[in-house]
């Protein structure tokens, strides 16, 4: 179990196990869903257009399926700092 605490502007800092659980990173967006009396918090999914301009551009070397995976983590990562 993780404790946190709310300041007195309502702010929340997310326990860093937690975070790591749910694979947030600074920037990214929760949905908090009530639901018999307790709080779920749930992580919003990726979107497209996160992804826009990381596809084939010219001179650009040819990369393995492994590599793209890489690439499009660390774009999304980069993006989200």
Same mark, same amino acid.
């Given at each position: 179990?993780?404790?946190? $605490?709310?300041?007195? @502007? *309502?702010?929340?800092?997310?326990? $860093?196990?937690? &975070? !790591? %659980?749910? +694979?947030?990173?600074?920037? !990214?967006?929760?949905?908090? #869903? #009530? =639901?018999?009396?307790?709080?779920?918090? &749930?992580?919003?999914? $990726? $979107?497209?257009?996160?992804?826009? *301009?990381?596809? /084939?551009?010219?001179?650009? @070397?040819?990369? %393995?399926? !492994?590599?793209?995976?890489?690439? #499009?983590?660390? =774009? #999304? @990562? %980069? /993006? +989200? /700092?």
């Amino acid at each position: 179990m993780a404790l946190a $605490k709310i300041t007195t @502007k *309502g702010q929340v800092t997310i326990p $860093k196990s937690i &975070r !790591d %659980s749910l +694979h947030l990173n600074t920037g !990214d967006k929760i949905e908090i #869903i #009530i =639901k018999e009396g307790e709080a779920i918090i &749930r992580p919003l999914s $990726k $979107k497209v257009d996160d992804l826009f *301009g990381i596809l /084939k551009r010219p001179n650009q @070397k040819v990369l %393995s399926v !492994d590599e793209m995976n890489q690439a #499009i983590s660390n =774009k #999304i @990562k %980069s /993006k +989200h /700092k």
